[in-house]
């Protein structure tokens, strides 16, 4: 199978047995081995929370602003969920799963597809009805979870994704 480094674009032979493993390219980058045509197949795949997972906390923020005086509250909260949707990204992308949040202070976390050791899916009735969910990604460095994501829309998709190293 034929692979290129992501980096310079070197073009290497290898086994298909390699497949999936890491390699080190002469450029001093490394890389998960996948065959050229995989990798241009499959775009960097962005996703972010869905609206759906605060329906309530609208609903809420539109109730407190009909009431005039409850007003200060109701704004504050439905902007402060706007603004948690539009700033926190998530992307796969051949080889990486990346999480960026924040506004002011951003948080960036990186985890290569092939270190990833658990992904754990959870979802309540609501959220199967609206089929969104919980993602919840660990590694064998470190104890507990390195990666949440929030209310996730079509995460059974994305767990087949991140299960599958996005091939």
């Known amino acids: 199978m034929r692979v290129e480094c992501p980096y310079c674009k070197k073009v290497y032979e290898v086994d298909d047995c390699e497949k999936g493993r890491k390699a080190e ?10 065959p050229i045509c995989v990798i241009r197949k499959n775009p960097d795949y962005v996703f972010h929370c869905s609206p759906k997972n605060y329906f309530w906390d609208f609903c809420l923020g539109g109730i407190l602003t009909l009431t005039v005086i409850l007003a200060i509250v ?3 909260l439905i902007i402060y969920r706007i603004i948690q949707i539009k700033t926190t990204k998530y992307t796969i992308t051949s080889d990486k799963l990346i999480s960026e949040t924040g506004l002011f202070n951003k ?3 990186s985890i ?3 270190d990833i050791r658990n ?5 309540g009735l609501w959220q199967r009805f609206l089929k969104i969910g919980y993602i919840r990604v660990s590694t064998a460095g470190n104890a507990g979870y390195e990666i949440t994501m929030e209310g996730v829309a079509d995460p059974e998709k994305i767990l087949q994704m991140l299960n599958e190293g996005h091939k």
């Open 112 to 114: 290569f597809l092939a």
């Open 74 to 76: 109701g704004i504050p």
């Open 25 to 34: 390219c002469s450029c001093g980058h490394k890389f998960i081995l996948a």
């Open 119 to 123: 992904v754990d899916l959870s979802s």
């Open 107 to 109: 948080r960036k976390t």
